[in-house]
């Protein structure tokens, strides 16, 4: 009887499985106020990435809030925000202008289908080789494309933007140290809406940026012939808007990994974005991704946790322009402004530019971390500055390990034989430089390559060894490599006399 009272009942089981912000008030409160910042921040971004894309404000609300929804559900990394994006945008803006928004729209649903296929193969266990300087840079390089963003919003505009901007980015800092009940975004965007109108201040709107949707979307097929041409058509962009889309994701992901300590399921969240922009694709949406920007307002400014935050943004986004259209098209952009300036001070690692940190890392990291952020600066797209950062820093790695191989050489006694000892790691960096370490003139006749403490790693190794056995063959003297582990032995036995040696 004993056995059977100790064990949970039901109820306690069911209990245990019930998420955070169901058994806890204060994080229901957290992700629900979360929620509602990142959805008036939504809104100005949306329209403003439909304008880049070429289409109506209410293909990137709709793409805003189908995105949102869904991958709370699907996605991998939890207070993650996707919606309409800047990055996706861009690269969809051609076909639009050049076809139309009916194929827009079938590129998007290709897009999905593609990410959820690279998804399935793996394709986010790539990001193991994106190395911490080139993190470094794409955050430092998303906090300066933020700020930059809302320069325009300060140009031009009448003088008592200022001001408001100035008042929105005071109520941030102070207001937490007076509570954390209520987030400070939230706060600055209600006080300086109410003194605006109030006040009947002049200053630019979110109703100016376009008009707010009034009902909700419709699911339906693209309007295109369905057709081997269009196909072609539209596979180029929906390949360049799958691999942006799912690079911007998988980075944004390991960043809220970091900052929030926990860790995330990169392969679910490549798949949640492409069923996330198929189904945008079918309610007429223009596709997107994981959001930086409002990722950083729901998690590190507002301090959301769970997929409830990034819900209830989309739902509220919503609902905010259907039944709120009004109320929300009265809100000052420079609330807003004030609340992205305020994200791009927090995104930015100071840190990372320090004086003593400088001093301290290798010029190397120093060097991808520069070139990441000039290339996403100057593209403004981070999958650019990502890849250009991955590169370079490979490139910088090969040349490091490269130049800690080294040749020594040993005479016999009798001086009949030659040992030459090598260190290190042959690859095709180290293995160029290899053929030109040995005296092929002045060596006795017997040569001895001692590879016990070096690793073949390919081809272009097996083939340098191979040069230097000619190079001393044709001077009648003999070769003999010994020391080769398993796998540099196996890899050398299959190659060596099969690749062209050097003449």
Known sequence: MSSLSSAPSPVARLRGLKPDWLSDPKVWRTEVLAGLVVALALIPEAISFSIIAGVDPTVGLFASFTMAVTIAVVGGRRAMISA???AVALVIAPLNREHGLGHLVAAVILAGLIQVVLGALGVAKLMRFIPRSVMVGFVNSLAILIFMAQVPEMRDVPWAVYPLIAGGL???????????????????????????????????????????????PVPGLPDVPFTLDTLTTIAPYAFAMALVGLMESLMTAKLVDDITDTSSNKTRESVGQGIANIVTGFFGGMGGCAMIGQTMINVKVSGARTRLSTFLAGMFLMVLCIAFGPVVSDIPMAALVAVMVMVSFATFDRHSIAPGTLRRMPAGEITVMVITVVCVVITHNLAIGVVVGSVTAMVVFARRVAHLTEVTAV????????????????????????????????????????????????????????????????????VEITGLDDPSARLHGRLTGELAAEH
């Open 411 to 478: 005479i016999d006694p009798d001086g009949s034989t030659v040992v030459y000892r090598v260190t290190g790691e042959l690859f095709f960096a180290s293995s160029n430089d290899l053929v030109g370490r040995f005296d092929y003139a002045g060596d006795p006749g017997r040569v001895v390559i001692d590879l016990s403490s070096a690793h073949i790693w390919d081809a272009s190794s097996v083939a340098a060894l191979d040069a230097i056995g000619t190079k001393y063959a044709r001077r009648g003297k003999s």
């Open 170 to 216: 005071a109520l941030m800092v102070i207001f937490p140290r007076i509570t954390t009940v209520v987030p400070a975004p939230l706060v600055s965007i209600v006080i300086l809406t109410v003194i605006t109108v109030g006040a009947a201040i002049a200053v630019p709107t979110v109703g100016d940026k376009g008009a707010l949707p009034s009902s909700l």
């Open 84 to 86: 309409a994006t800047g």
